[in-house]
Nanobody, 127 residues
Framework: QVQLVESGGGLVQAGGSLGLSCAAS????????VAWFRQAPGKEREFVAV????????KFADSVKDRFAISRDNAKNAVYLEMDSLKPEDTAVYYC????????????????????WGQGTQVTVSS
């Protein structure tokens, strides 16, 4: 069974940086799109970033463009999210997710296209 585990969340001041990690077991990131989503209290879960390992592509939400970066390490079977110039609006629980099945390599921005999810890690940005 595929398991995803996020780590690296915490408290940071506005303008600071924080790095998140997503590690997979029971499966490989090598041919599947892996994405980061986030959800703030009282709000719907929203797309943050995604990477396609086979095509070396990346996509970002407009709200985080030029501030966040997504990367991967096949040897460690891990995906990372580097967050810079953080704002209070970035406060949320951050989740990593992996696609599966026929279209697993496609970089979808829709949460319903992802089959496997981690439990999330809290990121809090103070003013």
């Amino acid at each position: 069974q595929v398991q995803l585990v996020e780590s690296g969340g915490g408290l940071v001041q506005a303008g600071g940086s924080l790095g998140l990690s997503c590690a997979a077991s029971g499966g490989s990131f090598s041919s599947s799109a892996v994405a980061w989503f986030r959800q703030a209290p009282g709000k719907e879960r929203e797309f943050v970033a995604v990477t396609n390992w086979t095509r070396h592509g990346t996509k970002f939400a407009d709200s985080v463009k030029d501030r966040f970066a997504i990367s991967r390490d096949n040897a460690k079977n891990a995906v990372y999210l580097e967050m810079d110039s953080l704002k209070p609006e970035d406060t949320a629980v951050y989740y990593c997710a992996m696609r599966a099945g026929r279209y697993s390599g496609y970089m979808s921005l829709t949460e319903y296209d992802y089959a496997y999810w981690g439990q999330g890690t809290q990121v809090t940005v103070s003013s």
